[in-house]
T-cell receptor
């Protein structure tokens, strides 16, 4: 079992719609969770972090965490073509706080 | 705005040759990471430094890869000898906090082994 799992996609949504990206993780002791965005040919950049169960909103982005189900999600409201990218779920795990990434979900927002 | 510097941006080499990548983290960042990202996959942690000490290198192929951060600032990742399967993007990242929080990535080195 991979430590962080995501559907590879592509997830295709029309402009203006809500994009929903999902992630599961295996380490029940993990406490810190992140979403990174990676444009094609570029490096990952942090867009959201979440540490407590529930929702965390930042502009058009909402991160959701359910530790009992070991599930993290990212919602993007009013999706724009500029949101087209790969979204990487990352989880801190282990004694030295290793940041482990999932394989990423490719999102395509079409006009 | 401070950035993580990496060089070279691209590297083409033949198998069995030696290659080296350099990274200069953001000033004041104690934690430095080397990740490898194969096309279509997520970044895989190769080695994590806390200041000059290695705190995790469990996924580093130690028969051919080595990494150092001698003065706790910049770092070098070396591969010798390179193999075809080493073709990937090598990403360096740094963080102010001790482990995992808010990583800043460099532009990466795209390695092609022929």
């Amino acid at each position: 079992q991979k430590e962080v799992e995501q559907n590879s996609g592509p997830l295709s949504v029309p402009e203006g719609a809500i994009a929903s990206l999902n992630c599961t993780y295996s380490d029940r002791g993990s406490q810190s969770f992140f979403w990174y965005r990676q444009y094609s040919g570029k490096s990952p950049e942090l867009i959201m972090s979440i540490y407590s169960n529930g929702d965390k909103e930042d502009g058009r982005f909402t991160a959701q965490l359910n530790k009992a189900s070991q599930y993290v999600s990212l919602l993007i409201r009013d999706s724009q073509p500029s949101d087209s990218a790969t979204y990487l779920c990352a989880v801190i795990t282990g004694g030295y706080n290793k940041l482990i990434f999932g394989a990423g979900t490719r999102l395509a927002v079409h006009p | 705005e401070a950035e993580v510097a990496q060089s070279p941006r691209y590297k083409i080499t033949e198998k069995s040759q030696a290659v080296a990548f350099w990274c200069d983290p953001i000033s004041g960042h104690a934690t430095l990471y080397w990740y490898r990202q194969i096309l279509g996959q997520g970044p895989e942690l190769l080695v994590q430094f806390q200041d000059e000490s290695v705190v995790d290198d469990s996924q580093l192929p130690k028969d051919r890869f080595s990494a150092e951060r001698l003065k706790g600032v910049d770092s070098t990742l070396k591969i010798q000898p390179a193999e075809l399967g080493d073709s990937a993007m090598y990403l360096c990242a740094s963080s102010f906090n001790r482990g995992g929080e808010k990583l800043f990535f460099g532009s990466g080195t795209q390695l092609s082994v022929l």
